[in-house]
């Protein structure tokens, strides 16, 4: 595949806006042509950050564009680029310096001159700390001004909470793109081990009757078949795929016998039961 080629299905997937995709067409493009004529790779940096700006990354976004500028200086998209990651970091003075750059770049770029007036606009209409309307008392002005300086920073903290959260989601979808059929498989299965342990914990009775119960004679209830069976093969076949993650323990049942294994399983969901377990303090007769 040439770096053109390459190119233009990044570019078809930014258009469809499968935005995942177009940046892994364009990361592509660096990695397998790191050599390749700056003009062309800083075209390349300014389509992979304009991708990361769409999922919300300003961050990533940021690097692109500063080496999008490095590569191409005199070119004012670049300068853009770098104006909007600044203002989605809520750095406008610098986001003003680039829109400055791209104008002395293309005098007559029209992204760059609206993005300016808007700026400096906002700026210009910003009240004074020391304005007053006539119809507020001194005895009611810092009550409202504490009232919406705390609004301000629950919108800026809850759009800052949005913003990583959609970054955590992007960086999810991207390691899941990278595994194999066969990992995400065996991933969903432990998945489905997990909630359905989950709801297993969860459905057991926190109440008993009155009197003795079941554990004051050293009854257990323990996993039944179906989640014994669930968790053995999720032992079985999920430690194997993480050799860099458990070490020595990336063998079926953790290294241990599948006897041994189920025998520990045994013990320890016996003990979730149990008055005297491991997991609970619970009393062996009397109200629970």
Known sequence: ETFQNIKKEGDKFY?????????????????????????DLAVIYSNRCACYLQQGNATKAL??????????????KGHNRRGKCFLRLGQEKEAERCYLAAIECDSENIEA?????????SANSR??????TSHQSDRTQPEDSFLNQSIQTISRYSKEAWKWLQQQVSKLLMSWTLLSEEQKKYIMIGGFVLVAG????????????????????????????????????????LPPMFPDLLGNLAQPFFGMSWMTFM??????????????GMFTNRRRRGFY
């Open 15 to 39: 258009a469809n806006e499968n935005f995942l995709a177009a940046i892994e067409k364009y990361s592509k493009c660096v990695q397998n042509f790191p050599n390749a004529d700056g003009i």
């Open 63 to 76: 690097a692109d564009a500063e080496k999008c500028v490095r590569l191409n200086p005199t070119w004012a």
């Open 113 to 121: 001159i609206k993005a300016l007036k808007a700026l400096r606009g």
């Open 127 to 132: 009240p004074s700390p020391n304005s007053r």
């Open 198 to 237: 989950i709801f297993y914990y969860y459905s057991q009775p926190s109440y008993r009757s009155y009197g003795y119960s079941n554990d004051y004679y050293g009854g257990s209830t323990g996993l039944s078949w179906t989640s014994l069976a669930l968790v053995m093969y999720a032992a079985y076949k």
């Open 263 to 276: 025998w520990l399983v045994n013990m320890l969901t016996q003990n979730r039961n149990m008055g005297s």
